[in-house]
């Protein structure tokens, strides 16, 4: 059974800094690429980050210069350090994994930035 455990959520001022984490465990294949997508209240699920195996990195444009992805040596884990955070970056933040044709999704943690 995969399954994807998100850690590191939380309450932080503007400005401050918090970082998210990943385990990925259940999978047998490789994983191609993980990452990172969040959710707003009303509004899409919409990518954050992402690595691929390679170690090549895409993030949205609002996080650029302020968010950094990375994978953990062992290539199941993913983590986001999220500096400078701005109450836009409220949300719902979920750990995503794609491998062969498939993906996979963790139940998401909360990131809320106050002003």
């Known amino acids: 059974q995969v399954q994807l455990v998100e850690s590191g959520g939380g309450l932080v001022q503007a400005g401050g800094s918090l970082g998210l984490s990943c385990a990925a465990s259940?999978?047998?294949?490789?994983?191609?690429?993980m990452g990172w997508y969040r959710q707003a209240p009303g509004k899409q699920r919409d990518m954050v980050a992402i690595?691929?195996?390679?170690?090549?990195?895409n993030y949205a444009e609002s996080v650029t210069g302020r968010f950094t992805i990375s994978r953990g040596s062992a290539k199941n884990t993913v983590y986001l350090q999220m500096n400078s955070l701005k109450p836009e970056d409220t949300a719902v933040y979920y750990c995503?994994?794609?491998?062969?044709?498939?993906?996979?999704w963790g139940q998401g943690t909360q990131v809320t930035v106050s002003s």
């Open positions: 995503y994994v794609h491998y062969v044709n498939r993906v996979a």
């Open positions: 259940g999978i047998t294949f490789s994983i191609n690429t």
């Open positions: 690595i691929t195996s390679s170690g090549n990195t």
